[in-house]
């Protein structure tokens, strides 16, 4: 809240308006607050509004102090505090309360100075990072530019296994280049370099770790238990370098994979916060007294894959027959119940500085559709393998299947069960579904899923003019130029690719109305995992 909400505030003196957030602190309610001003022979309509914006404003201030219970959706014996390492939900809010990046992303996806206190460069190929002064891990050992080549480097290693290391190959060097200087030099320019280093993989770590067990880091909180799998406990970093902050005394952390059991914890007051829920769970939290829904827009997304190479999406007039039968909006209200924005059949989403608005939205068109399925020569049943493993996948498939039949088009549903559907379904059938989490830059995005050769090509969509487009924006520095240069991108992909998204889904979270300062930050859900520094118990 901004100060100057609070108008009548002002008419106080500052040793005044402290008195009052002082007797707030020790529990006066504002009916006491106006007891206390009337007492002093003030105007009986100024006082109550006086007590009203000083109980609003203190009501605003984040205290210290406190535990937070979180549940998160994901939890695995594979889960590390080694941020090379992390893959999952819970592993990057984990990561988020013990490191820091070089920069962070905020509520736009804009890199914010975090460890390096600036960050230029004139070319977009060789960055310099001044770092941040008086900053020490946990424990106690200062910040220099060692432990930044360290982290930076060890993603190259393949011996290190970094779950970032194709981001990582662009980076030909780091190197000390003053006291608190580090230079960054890639192999091809990319202005994007400061979005990538505010990502979880990149934390900064001490030179020379091997065993991450300690979880030692530079950020908000401390590790006191970890346990993977099943929990951890932090507790507040008292020599953090943000002043004044985090505010927790400390967190536990466990992963519940059933979110009925997420829902059920929450409500039943053994957790103050939950990642993921479904839509027809909100209705529940929102009717429960002293609970509410963080929503947070983001580019997740699930997408139908028509594979270009094999079957009948290799033939381009049955990908746009199946592209004209999506009916995007019946799929977002009844499907995501509202929770979702249309999608165009390309990746970007609205969230996100360089998305294409000006792209002509595809409606569901059924005489469109059955001109091109009959143009294909497509006939007989068509195999639709869907599966819970990708979000809301079997409801769409569903939709799809009662609309292709209007145009005498006979989609068979295949079930797959969750297990092992990411490893042996996901990019291997002709026709199916995928899912993608939000990524934090559109080239990130973009080159792991579009590019012609990325091993997570779903549709084996190929383009030599958008791959010299991707290359050529990631050295552009100019930000008009750059945004023209991702709407081509967008467009081809929404012509060209294999690859029909019928909407973006909106992240939600079910938090107790006591836990204050959660925003959205479309990275991913609990403030793109990093809600442990910025959220406080409200007593």
């Given amino acids: ?127 310099v990072f001044k770092l941040r002064r008086g900053v020490s891990f946990h424990d106690g050992k200062p910040l220099t530019p060692a432990d930044v080549v360290f982290s930076l480097m060890r993603h190259k290693d393949p011996a290190t296994a970094s779950k970032a290391k194709t981001l990582a190959d662009q980076i030909e060097s780091v190197k000390e280049t003053g006291p608190n200087e580090v230079t960054v030099t890639l192999t091809a320019p990319n202005a994007d370099l400061p979005v990538i280093v505010g990502t979880f993989h990149f934390h ?82 929102k009717g429960s007294a002293g609970f509410a829904v963080l929503e947070t827009p ?23 027959a199946m592209k004209y039968l999506m009916d995007r909006e019946v799929m977002r209200k009844n499907i995501a119940r509202g929770h979702a924005v249309l999608g165009n059949d390309q990746p970007i989403d609205p969230t996100n500085p360089f998305y294409l608005a000006g792209l002509p939205q595809r409606q569901m068109d059924l005489d469109k559709a059955k001109y091109h399925l009959q143009k294909s020569g497509v006939t007989g049943k068509i195999p639709l393998v869907c599966s819970a493993a990708a979000m809301y996948s079997v409801d769409i498939a569903t939709v799809l299947q009662q609309t292709a039949q209007r145009v005498g088009l006979d989609l068979e549903l295949k079930r797959m069960p969750p297990e092992g559907y990411w490893s042996n379904q996901w990019l291997s059938n002709p026709v199916g579904f995928g899912n993608v989490n939000p990524r934090p830059s559109a ?78 930050i479309p990275l991913g859900g609990m403030m793109g995992y990093s809600f442990a520094e910025h959220v406080w118990l409200d007593s």
């Fill in 1 to 127: 809240m901004d100060h100057n909400d609070n108008t009548e505030l002002d008419l106080l003196s500052a040793s005044d308006t402290a008195g009052l957030m002082d007797c707030l602190k020790r529990g006066a309610s504002r009916r006491d607050i106006l007891k206390m001003l009337l007492a002093g022979g003030m105007q009986a309509t100024l006082a109550g509004g006086l007590a009203t914006s000083a109980a609003s404003a203190y009501a605003q201030t984040p205290r210290r102090g406190g535990k937070l219970r979180v549940g998160g959706d994901t939890a695995s014996v594979s889960d590390t505090l080694d941020p090379a390492k992390q893959s999952n939900k819970t592993d990057y809010s984990r990561g988020t309360m013990l490191y820091n990046g070089l920069t962070a992303l905020d509520a736009s996806l804009t890199p914010q100075p975090a460890l390096a206190e600036s960050f230029i460069s004139k070319d977009a190929r060789v960055w």
């Fill in 443 to 520: 080239d990130v995005l973009l080159t792991q899923f579009f590019q012609s050769q990325a091993a997570w090509n779903e549709s084996r969509f190929k383009s030599e003019k958008f791959d010299q487009l991707l290359t050529a924006a990631r050295a552009e520095i100019d930000v008009g130029k750059r945004k023209q240069m991702y709407g081509d991108m967008q467009t081809i992909i929404h012509e060209e690719a294999g690859i029909g998204i019928p909407m973006f889904l909106a992240l939600l979270d079910g938090y107790s109305s006591k836990v204050k300062g959660l925003s959205p």
């Fill in 298 to 320: 983001s580019g997740a997304y699930t997408d139908l894959i028509l594979r270009k190479d094999v079957g009948p999406g290799s033939n381009p007039d049955f990908v746009l």
């Fill in 204 to 285: 900064i770590v001490k030179a020379g770790t091997t065993d991450f067990s300690a979880g030692i880091g530079t950020g908000p909180y401390k590790l006191k238990e970890f346990t993977p799998g099943i929990r951890s406990v932090v507790v507040r970093n008292d020599n953090y370098w943000k002043p004044g902050k985090p505010y927790l005394d400390e967190i536990e952390f466990v992963g519940i994979g059933d979110e009925n059991a997420r829902v059920n914890a929450l409500l039943s007051g053994g957790l103050d916060l939950v990642a993921n829920l479904n839509p027809r769970s909100i209705e529940r939290i």
